[in-house]
């Protein structure tokens, strides 16, 4: 497989600060993800499930320890050079969408490939047809306060994917939204998996959704105590 399809956490920690008390949430983990993985991070609330996304996703810097993509670390870069890695090679869905909420649909799932440089003609086409894919083709003049909670949630996926990223990261994507629409954004985050190859790394608590996945991480003390093959593959 190509360096560019694999994320590679090597002996990673961090630690921080909670009640005056150093708290360690990772410990020195070593860690592969690759492309076409479907992993679901568990665990009980505040044991690191969201700090290990966002080091894997390179949103935050662990305080020892490297992120290798395409062979170098990537803990090497500035924040320019960070951001410019997420914005072509990650996705991001979290449990609030994050949409900006002057612009409409549209224009929030076009930002990521207009920040990377594409034209703006490429990018609303790209925008148009993944706001369609995830059945939002209706309703792509409409600002973000006009759209329901389920409908911001498959907007932000959208963003999520207009750079066609091999990685996706969601982070209780769900945790927000009633059972229906749970179920809609279930659907959606395997659907496009099986449709684009790419990897999706979940942090979540329903089970249902974790079932889904190929692999479940259990994160226990710092450390990934557990992989262990679902009962439900889609």
Known sequence: MDRSEVLE?????????GG????????ELTWTVRRGDTIAIVGPSGIGKSTLLHVLGALDRPDRG??????????????AGLARIRNRHMGFVFQFHHLLPEFTALENVMMPARIAGMGIREARERAKALLDRVGLSHR?????PQLSGGEQQRAALARALVMEPPFLFAD???GNLDIENSHNVHDLLLEIHAE??????????????????Q????????????????????
């Open 9 to 17: 956490l090597s002996e990673v920690s961090k630690t921080f600060m």
């Open 140 to 144: 792509l003049g409409h600002r973000v």
């Open 172 to 174: 209780e994507p769900t």
């Open 215 to 234: 692999r479940q991480v259990t994160l226990m003390h710092g450390r990934i105590a557990e992989v262990c093959p679902s009962s439900l593959h889609i």
């Open 66 to 79: 490297r992120l290798l993509f395409g062979g170098r670390n990537l803990f090497d870069l500035d924040d």
């Open 20 to 27: 005056g008390e150093p708290v360690s949430v990772l410990k």
């Open 196 to 213: 684009r190859g790419c990897a999706l790394v979940v942090v979540t608590h329903n089970m249902d959704l974790a079932r889904m996945m």
